[in-house]
């Protein structure tokens, strides 16, 4: 179930250093923006979502930061743990009347003891 | 921690045949949706249903693709006619709430596969 594409772009970083996964979205009509982790055989898994009227936010171990002005979601990982190795996705919700979200491509992360 | 769930994990289908994916959502949620995943592409919206009716499809979901809520717990992803290019990871997934902006929570998926 995971993102297998020769182009998706990874990310390498040694157990206990933080990781930071970044995500550029296309509209600045968007909302809400949503991180999963989706590790091998498993569907998207919920990490942590954000609001288009705040610039951060926090969550055990991880936190996300919305630049609106140039349109750019960060997600960083504290002391990064080698479960944390998966492929990681942004998701955004443009405004308006709309439930679905657009995913972007995804970003592994190895995570090397 | 409740989940969605979603059966069967894998299904090969002959070109042609029809097909049904089955989920069950999470209890209190209100609000499904089916994604697919093309091996090596992004995952894509597919169609959105609430309080028994379509509320948002893509251009994918062409009048190939039918969603249906039989009962008070499943719901069902049909394709009539499979082809080759239906080949993909189907990922259902529910919510609270729908435009509200509550995250959307997916199941495993099921790769199906078109021979």
């Known amino acids: 179930g995971e993102s297998v594409g020769l182009h998706l772009p990874t990310l390498s970083v040694q157990e206990g250093d933080n990781s930071i996964i970044n995500c550029a979205y296309s509209n600045s009509a968007s909302d809400y923006f949503i991180w999963y982790k989706q590790e091998s055989g498993k569907g998207p898994q919920f990490i942590i979502d954000?609001?288009?009227?705040?610039d951060k936010r926090q969550g055990q171990r991880v936190t996300v930061l919305l630049n609106k002005t140039v349109k750019h979601l960060s997600l960083q990982i504290a002391a990064t743990q080698p479960g944390d190795s998966a492929v990681y996705f942004c998701a955004e919700k443009r405004g308006g009347n709309t439930d679905k979200l657009i995913f972007g491509t995804g970003t592994r992360l190895q995570v090397f003891p | 921690e409740p989940e969605v769930t979603q059966t069967p994990s894998h299904q090969v289908t002959q070109m042609g045949q029809e097909v049904i994916l089955r989920c069950v959502p999470i209890?209190?949620?209100?609000?499904f949706y089916w994604y697919r995943q093309i091996l090596g592409q992004k995952v894509e919206f597919l169609v959105s249903f609430y309080n028994n009716e379509i509320s948002e499809k893509s251009e994918i979901f062409d009048d190939q693709f039918s969603v249906e809520r039989p009962d008070g717990s499943n719901f069902t992803l049909k394709i009539r006619s499979t082809k080759l290019e239906d080949s993909a990871m189907y990922f259902c997934?529910?919510?609270?709430?729908?435009?509200?902006?509550?995250?959307?929570?997916f199941g495993d998926g099921t790769r199906l596969s078109i021979l």
């Open positions: 997934a529910s919510s609270e709430a729908g435009k509200g902006n509550q995250p959307q929570h």
């Open positions: 209890s209190n949620h209100l609000y």
């Open positions: 954000i609001r288009s009227n705040m």
